[in-house]
């Protein structure tokens, strides 16, 4: 017998990511502390993206200008992705699986943040290791290690078939991330020492190393994972690392790369320190 339209819409509504946008949109638009966390990233990375494009205008070098266009990169992704979650294009409705707090509960779930992440953590990576002088193997490995560390974080909140899967998912991440970490910490700080950047890169390593470090934190005790905070909360959260981790990032190194452009200037941007101190 077809389910009658009462029985319909209830199997509908329990599928995941099948709530419509005008709902989510509503949904999102009635929360003011889940909102404001979207509208206040969209209103700072619009401005970043005007200071950069400023910042920027008289850089000469091959690689400082790659430096900026990555670091202007990192907002123009924000901009879109904050967009598409406001809108509700990017928002799904889960129902989350046995065994997790929320079990049998429809969450909201904010999934372009871990689809957009895909496209703004390289470009950190990128600036970052240009400006510490490294080489095209150090930079593939950071960039291709983030680029499943965001996939599979993605993965790990959408999944609702299982628990535990969710949290096999966030293991394969971390493993992911611990690759990223070793290449900031151990590899690139010697290539910043060779190339005469240590110090910046130093600072802005050790801020990208304590603010990335507060993403999972956040999974784990947000919605996604032990569900310690609510939705809101978590999204504030992520917009509040994402302010620091990018706006103020990225501000950082174009306020350092502008006034010392000659110690970014090398003729190929991707040699590797070794090739670059001979330019
Ligand atoms: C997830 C969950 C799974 C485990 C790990 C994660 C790490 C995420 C990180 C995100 C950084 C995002 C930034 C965005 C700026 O645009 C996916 C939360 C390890 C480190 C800096």
Not at 51 to 75: C, D, H, T, Y
Not at 111 to 129: D, E, N, V
Not at 240 to 252: G, H, N, S, T
Request: proline share 4%; glycine share 8%.
């Amino acid at each position: 017998m077809p389910p009658t339209a009462t029985q319909f819409t209830a199997l509908v509504s329990s599928l995941p990511l099948q709530a419509t946008q005008g709902e989510v949109f509503d949904r999102i638009a009635s929360d003011v502390v889940l909102s404001s966390s979207l509208w206040a990233n969209i209103a700072l990375a619009g401005f970043s993206i005007l200071l950069f494009v400023a910042m920027g205008r008289n850089l000469q070098s091959e690689r400082a200008k790659l430096i900026w266009v990555a670091a202007l990169l990192v907002p123009l992704v924000s901009i879109a992705s904050y967009a598409g979650l406001v809108s509700g294009l990017t928002v799904g409705v889960l129902t989350m699986p046995p065994g997790h707090p929320l079990a049998g509960q429809e969450v909201l779930q904010p999934w372009g943040r871990y689809l957009t992440w895909t496209f703004s953590t390289p470009m950190i990576l990128l600036a970052l290791g240009l400006l510490a002088g490294t080489d095209r193997a150090k930079l593939f490995t950071a960039v291709t290690m983030d680029v499943g560390m965001c996939v599979t974080g993605l993965a790990a909140a959408l999944i609702t078939s299982s628990y535990l899967l969710r949290w096999v998912f966030f293991a394969i991440s971390c493993a992911f991330f611990v690759a990223v970490l070793y290449v900031l910490l151990v590899e690139w700080p010697a290539d910043a020492q060779a190339a005469g950047t240590g110090e910046i890169f130093g600072t802005l390593r050790n801020l990208t190393v304590v603010l990335w470090l507060g993403y999972p934190i956040l999974w784990a005790l947000g919605v996604e994972g032990f569900a310690l905070l609510d939705v809101a909360v978590t999204s504030w959260g992520y917009s509040a690392l994402d302010i620091l981790a990018k706006y103020v990032f990225a501000f950082l190194l174009l306020r350092w790369v502008a006034a010392n452009e000659r110690s970014v200037g090398g003729a190929d941007p991707l040699a590797g320190t070794t090739t670059t101190a001979d330019d």
